[in-house]
């Protein structure tokens, strides 16, 4: 295995010197996918990446700010992605005074959503006890956001449209409904990876594909692509089975995804 694995690295050397390509030696990151620590103890100082001669072991890789371990778990990350969404909810404790509940609603908006809801579709398919992680801080933004001055007060923020916040979960099937809407009916090359067949269906004479059903396959895993793929296929054929979504473009479907997920929470 060491070999097989130095002579690829070898290939992409030689790949970089003939277009000019420098690897930076910082940058590099090596990662065996193994449930088995002995897999990782095998290749350990034997790895040669051009420049670099012993090229480091590490449990867990960071690809475009995703942290994802050697068992393929996003627990690292979602740690991460906590630590760092709380600490915003820490500052805007401190201006509080300062804003009303728009602004305060604003400000969350803009700078804690968005550390929440990077790349979801990579980690969506979590344990959710990983996933209550990031609701608790959900719940205390929520807290902090709340008007504090007459229980009528509270009672027109609950009501306003405006100041209602969809959870984390609600956003995560959305995006992943969008995204799949994208793959699927609008035949985006760069998503062709993200593609799940169409339902056949079996009858006397021929083979059919039946409507905008995906196939769904089975997975006894409970994180990676197979049960991602299953969670997301049994979503978009509970989503299509109400709404036609071929003639919709991005902006519609994600419109139309919004509603059917607030009359369908999970």
């Known amino acids: 295995m060491t070999d097989a694995t130095n002579g690829q690295l ?3 050397t030689a790949w970089g010197r003939r277009w000019q390509v420098k690897f930076a030696a910082e940058k590099t990151q090596a990662m065996v996918i193994s449930h088995s620590r002995e897999d990782a103890r095998l290749l350990e100082g034997k790895l040669k990446f051009g420049d670099i001669k012993d090229c480091a072991i ?3 890789i960071n ?3 995703v942290e994802v371990d050697s068992r393929l778990s996003f627990y690292r990350h979602l740690e991460t992605v906590a630590r760092r969404s709380s600490l915003r909810v820490t500052q805007l404790r401190r201006v509080r005074h300062l804003l009303d509940v728009d602004g305060l609603m604003r400000l969350y908006m803009a700078q804690v959503r968005p550390v929440m809801e990077y790349s ?3 980690w969506m398919n979590s344990t959710q006890c990983h996933l209550s992680l990031l609701d608790k801080v959900q719940r205390r933004a929520e807290c902090l956001i709340q008007p504090t001055d007459g229980q009528q007060c509270k009672e027109q923020w609950r009501d306003d449209p405006r100041f ?5 979960g609600h956003r995560k099937r959305v995006g992943a409904l969008t995204v799949l809407h994208k793959a699927q009916v609008q035949q985006s090359s760069h998503l062709a990876g993200l593609r799940v067949p169409w339902t056949r269906s079996e009858r006397a004479t021929r083979t059919v594909v039946s409507g905008d059903l995906l196939e769904a396959p089975r997975t006894h895993t409970a994180t990676g692509q197979p049960s991602l793929t299953w969670a997301t296929a049994t979503l978009w054929n509970a989503f299509t089975a109400e709404v036609d979504v071929v003639a919709l473009n991005t902006q519609q479907v994600m419109v139309a995804a919004h509603r059917w997920c607030r009359t369908h929470p999970l």
């Open 10 to 12: 070898g290939d992409i």
């Open 58 to 60: 590490k449990d867990s």
């Open 63 to 65: 690809i475009l700010g």
């Open 120 to 122: 979801p579709l990579t």
């Open 164 to 168: 209602q916040l969809d959870s984390l």
